[in-house]
Each structure stands twice: as structure tokens, then as C-alpha cells.
């Protein structure tokens, strides 16, 4: 079911039956409509501001539970695109979309393969899916893996081959000591029988018992620690199933760790109380942080479990069991946030990544590692090096990470609260839980500012930044992002020191009288189209509007890329074809900042025009004209940088006319 709220509908409305940039404001809508929507899982009021809700699809009957809204174990994760099809994943496995009529998505295949968090990424007719939990089985069954050390267990990489994606074939599995939580595909120029996997794990290491090899030791008492390191998988193309590690790089080896903030006073207190009815009633709870947190079953179940199998019993753990893990909980967690080091130093940084985007059109990386952003040298591709970090004590988590297309500038997320807390209410910071950006020159990155979602959320929306994508408009940095519970923001980062949100989408919180996990995980713009994979209610298709931020011709300009495949985190160098709706989208950018005296942007749309009309020598002899005289316009106009773009577009049709 499909909600608006009658401000969203007049908002859209508008939008549909505007065409010139010149009758749009770039106020944006007072009081602000995400403010006060309703509450509902399938029918919350929604809103909306220069983007359009194109279709919702609910997940498929074996990814939702219809009795409890926010089911944890049914939650939609990330997407990765291939031809017509959005493979799209999810805690219980995997679901594929054909999107050919983006307005009534069908499900081409569903196969239910619990493991969490099912991070999904595709190259020509394979795809790779992450495992971390422990659920997570080898044969991709539902019931589970009941023993703390299991051969059945799959905690890596899933191999399939989907030559016919409706029917995916298991070819192998990749284990690694910590599971994958979010994986990145990587290609080499230099390398083109094989494709690479940086995986990045950030659960406990698991025993030696189950994987060989395995260590959780300090990386000083222990050369084969699997902490401070990453895992590059290589993939042979002709023979996937010989995929198998070829390196461990410790990418974030000598790291202290960096300052951090404190959590806001309300979550401090929140969290006290919640600790303490645990306790009443018998649970384990330790300090995270500075903050007091209640230990998940899963975690206390695998404690006790080791225990009972140390001491040599079996069967079900007694009283001094529980006393003793009581006793040992905190040190046990410390261990895991901040592993032990001998000597006096600092503590040390993080032991993981959480995301690496890598661009290898400029032989680089930006990994998003916990406590630090790093800038990764990637050239030598099963071999990433460290070659920069910046750190923020306004951050909490650095979560992924976005290049621009010409690699000057970075932008990092940071989840703080882990994404399933409300981190954008009224009372938030706003540098907290926001995108840090920060321009790039070699190997140095420099803060520039920061942005967050405008609209404060409630208490009852989870709600951080977290996974979005470039739009191909040229000459700009634009970038679609989800926000979870905040919804799908579109902003403007072309100045990095003045970041603005030009659109928007949001719907109503879940409940609201608790908070329920939902909200968009992720925003990526797929062939003229921003598809989000909404946690709790399925897929959302939307489409941008014509505004006074953003041209039709620049919009028709984005449409002219065109991806046969992506994977987010495996940025692709956008080239725009010699067209006369990219020069035009320069003229918008021009007139719209006022680069260009208007007498000059109106003679040279009026000279465009013309040449468009005319063909063969006519046509190249008006454009050679164009270039010549935007050459010498210039010399006087205000963005220099920009005319000399346009300049080359005009010069490039011109070579290209017939």
C-alpha cells in the first residue's frame, strides 16, 4: 500500500508539470513535511521534495515476517545491479528484482540462505554473497549451526555462478577467520584472468578448532593474528571454484586509537536503565565505550557454551558458569573492541574495516576502518597499501566511503550508533552521525565539512548516515544516500566546504510507540533511476525531478551512462559521450551560477540550437564557430574552469558530427 501526504502530493505534482529550471525556488519547503509524518509499517505517511516515488515493492512471502514488523532476522541489506536485475540482500539469504518496468518490479528469483548480512556484489556471471553470523550454513539451511565449533558453519564468502540467475549455482565457499561483513570487488588492468575480493570481517574470530590458522593473540605475541588485517580473496574466472586467499594485508598495522566523543547524555542514561532491568532479571551486561550495554543471547549462549567444554562437562551451563562469566564479561569484551598489546603505548586503533570502496580508474581506495579513514593505494592489486588516514573525534564509526568522479574529494559515513538507533533527533549533533568530506591531493586528505540529513527524526526512527552513490551529472558532485529511518536525502557536493541537500524522500517511523529497525539501508542510482533497498518494506524505485537545483538537461545528461553491472563499492570513472544535451547541461550549470554573462549563455543556447539543426559540414563548421568564440568568452567570464569544459564538449561534437 501506497500512503502521501497531501503536502508530498502538491510537492509532486508541481514537480511533474514544471520544465525550465527558472520556475522552481531553491527555498527549500517550510515547515519541513518529514516533520510529524505518520506512523505505519506498509502505510506511513510519506513526503517528498523533487523526487518522485516511482514504485514500492514489499519483499518476497519468505523475506517477511507479516505478524512482527521489524523482524531482525528478515532485514533487507545491500544491492548490487546486473542488466535488467537488482539482487538485492537480505539476513535470510538473497532476492532478485527485474526492474525493465522500474514502475512494477517482479521477482525473478528468491533463495533463502540465512548467514547475515548477506552483503551482495556481481561481476560478468558470478556473485559473491558475505557470511558472518553464526548461524550461517555451508549448505545455506535454515536450522542453524548449534554448535560454538562447527565444519558446517560458513562464515566468508559464497561462490555462485549465475549464468541463469534464476537458477544460482553454489560453486564455493571462501571461510576467513572473522566472517565477511561487507565485501568489494576489485579489477586490475594488469590482471584480467582474475578478479579480486578485499573482504573486510568484523565479528569475533572464531576458534582455530573450526578454521585452521585462527588467532585472536595481540599481533605482537602472534605474527598471524588475524586482527589488523583485511582478506584479498583471487577469483580465477575461468576456474571460480579454485577461489582462495592470496594475502592478508594489515592495513591499519601501528593505528592508535583515535579520540572519540562520548554518547549523548539521553542514550547514556537510556542505556544505564536498560542494563540494569537486565541484570534484575539475570542478564550480562558490560561496558562499551564508557556506556553500559546488554550482552545479546547469541554472544552470552557461545561464552557460556566455551566454558562448559573448558572445564570439560557437557549439557547445559550451571550457576558457576554464569558466575563466572559475570566475573569475565567485561574483560572478554574489552579484548574484542581493544585487543591487548604489551607495553605502555597507546591502545591501538582498529582491528578491522568496516567498507573499502576502491576506484581503480585512479589506483586508489577509500576504506571506512571503525576509528579511521584510510586512502589505500591499490595498484598493485592483491597488495593494497596504507598510504594516508585521517581521523575525527567528531565520528564514532566510520562506516563506507565515496570518491567524486575526478578522485579530489572523499566523502566518509559515520554510523554512529550502529544503525539501529535513532541518531538524527532534534536534540543530535550535527556533525555526529553525519558525512565528513574532505578534498584529496596525492595522498593527503583535508577536512572541508560536514553534512547531515537537515530534518530531525524521532526517537522512534533509526536513523544515521549510511550507503549512497553518485548521480552522473556532469560537472558536478551529486550524490543519492540512505539514511535509514531518515529516508533517501540527494545533495549537492560539488563545493566540499558547503555540501546542500537539493531532494528528498521519507516516510513515517514504523511505530509510534517504540522503535522498529526499517528505512532505506542503501540509495544508488542505477540507470536513470535511485533504487533503495528499504529494510523492513521492501524496494523503492524513485525518480528526480527537474528543480531549480537540477536541469532537465542535466538530468538527461545522467541518463546518457549507462552501467551493464554495479557494485557500489566498485566505483566506475563516469565519461559522458560528445552530446548536445551534456553541452546544454553545462550552459544550466553556467546560467544557474552565474559563471556566464546572460546575454553570452543565451547566444551560445541560441548557436547550439542552430548547430543541432543543421548536419554534415554545416553542422561541424557551427560548432568549430561555438568552440572558438566560448574560448575567448572565457577570458572575462566568472568560471573559467567551467567554459573550458563546455569549450571541449562543443569541440568534441564537432569532431564527432556528421
Known amino acids: 500500500m501506497k500512503a502521501h501526504s497531501w503536502y508530498a502530493i502538491v510537492l509532486l505534482s508541481v514537480a511533474a508539470c514544471s520544465s525550465s529550471q527558472r520556475h522552481f525556488s531553491t527555498a527549500a519547503p517550510r515547515p519541513d513535511p518529514r516533520v510529524g509524518l505518520r506512523a505505519g509499517w506498509m502505510d506511513a505517511a510519506q513526503a517528498a521534495w523533487n523526487m518522485r516515488l516511482v514504485s514500492t515493492t514489499q519483499p518476497s512471502p519468505s523475506f517477511i515476517n507479516r505478524s512482527t514488523p521489524g523482524d531482525f532476522n528478515y532485514i533487507n541489506s545491500d544491492m548490487s545491479f546486473t542488466g535488467p536485475y537488482v539482487i538485492q540482500g537480505n539476513f535470510a539469504g538473497v532476492q532478485v528484482w527485474d526492474i525493465t518496468d ?20 556481481v561481476y560478468r556471471k558470478l556473485l559473491f554473497v558475505s557470511g558472518e553470523a553464526l548461524n550461517g550454513r555451508t549448505d545455506c539451511g535454515t536450522q542453524g549451526v548449534g ?6 558453519r560458513l562464515r566468508g564468502i559464497r561462490i555462485f555462478d549465475i549464468t541463469d540467475i534464476a537458477s544460482p549455482r553454489h560453486i564455493t565457499d571462501v571461510q576467513t577467520c572473522r566472517g565477511s561483513h561487507t565485501h568489494t570487488i576489485v579489477t586490475s588492468p594488469a590482471d584480467t584472468a582474475n578478479v579480486y575480493i578485499y573482504v573486510s570481517g568484523s ?5 582455530p578448532n573450526e578454521l585452521a590458522g585462527c588467532s585472536s593473540a595481540p599481533l605482537d605475541s602472534n605474527p598471524s593474528s588475524a586482527l589488523f588485517r583485511i582478506e584479498v580473496i583471487q577469483v580465477p574466472l575461468a576456474h571460480p571454484e579454485q577461489a582462495h586467499i592470496v594475502s592478508s594485508p594489515r592495513i591499519f598495522q601501528d593505528l592508535v586509537a583515535p579520540p572519540q566523543h562520548a554518547e549523548a547524555p539521553e542514550d547514556i542514561a537510556a542505556a544505564a536503565k536498560a542494563a540494569a532491568e537486565a541484570r534484575a532479571k539475570g542478564g550480562f551486561t558490560a561496558k562499551l565505550r564508557g556506556v553500559e550495554i546488554v550482552l545479546g543471547p547469541v554472544f552470552v549462549r557461545g561464552q557460556l557454551d ?12 550451571t550457576g558457576a558458569d554464569s558466575a563466572t562469566l559475570r566475573a569475565s564479561a567485561q574483560a572478554i569484551v574489552d579484548r574484542i573492541v581493544n585487543p591487548p598489546t604489551r607495553g605502555s603505548g597507546p591502545p591501538p586503533g582498529p582491528t578491522q574495516c568496516h567498507d573499502i570502496t576502491v576506484y581503480p580508474a585512479i589506483g586508489l581506495a577509500g576504506g571506512a576502518c571503525g576509528g579511521y579513514g584510510l586512502l589505500l593505494d591499490i595498484r598493485d592489486v592483491a597488495n593494497p597499501k596504507r598510504i594516508g588516514a585521517v581521523a575525527d573525534s567528531n565520528f564514532s564509526f566510520w562506516h563506507s566511503a565515496t570518491f567524486n568522479n575526478d578522485g579530489t574529494k572523499i566523502l566518509f559515513t559515520d554510523e554512529w550508533g550502529g544503525g539501529l538507533q535513532p541518531r538524527c533527533r532534534v536534540t543530535d549533533k550535527p556533525e555526529w552521525g553525519a558525512d565528513a568530506i574532505f ?4 595522498s593527503t586528505m583535508t577536512f572541508k565539512s560536514y553534512y547531515k540529513l537537515p530534518a530531525p527524526q524521532t526517537a522512534f526512527e533509526n536513523c544515521v548516515a549510511h550507503n549512497g552513490t553518485l548521480i552522473p551529472i556532469p560537472g558536478r558532485d551529486i550524490m543519492a544516500q540512505g ?17 546542500r541537500e537539493i531532494a528528498f524522500f521519507d516516510r513515517g517511523p514504523m511505530d509510534s510507540t517504540k522503535l522498529l529497525g526499517a528505512g532505506s539501508w542503501s540509495a544508488y542510482w542505477y540507470n536513470g533511476y535511485i533504487v533503495s533497498s528499504e529494510i523492513a518494506r521492501g524496494l523503492d524505485i524513485f525518480e528526480l525531478q527537474p528543480s531549480a537545483f537540477i536541469s532537465r538537461n542535466e538530468l538527461d545528461a545522467a541518463k546518457l551512462i549507462h552501467f551493464d553491472y554495479l557494485n557500489a563499492q566498485d566505483q ?17 550549470q553556467l546560467e544557474r551560477a552565474n ?11 541560441k548557436e547550439l540550437a542552430a548547430a543541432e539543426q543543421a548536419s554534415g559540414q554545416g553542422r561541424r563548421d557551427a560548432l568549430a564557430q561555438l568552440a572558438t568564440q566560448l574560448k575567448a568568452d572565457a577570458q572575462g567570464a566568472a568560471d573559467q574552469a567551467k567554459l573550458g569544459i563546455l569549450a571541449g564538449t562543443v569541440t568534441d561534437l564537432a569532431g564527432a558530427a556528421r
Open 147 to 152: 554448535d560454538t565449533v562447527s565444519h558446517e
Open 595 to 605: 559563471g556566464l554573462a546572460p546575454d553570452k549563455v543565451a547566444a551560445a543556447r
Open 102 to 121: 522500474p514502475k512494477s518490479p517482479r521477482l525473478h528469483r528468491a533463495f533463502v540462505c540465512p548467514g547475515s548480512q548477506s552483503d551482495v556484489s
Open 439 to 442: 578534498t584529496r591531493s596525492g
Open 572 to 588: 566506475q570513472q563516469l565519461v559522458w559521450p560528445a552530446s548536445f544535451v551534456v553541452a546544454r547541461a553545462y550552459l544550466d
Open 483 to 499: 539514511w535509514y529511518q531518515g529516508g533517501v536525502s540527494v545533495f549537492d557536493w560539488t563545493d566540499p566546504a558547503h555540501p
Open 203 to 207: 565479528a569475533p574470530v572464531r576458534s
Open 306 to 317: 566455551s566454558l562448559v567444554k573448558a572445564r570439560g562437562g557437557s549439557g547445559a551451563p
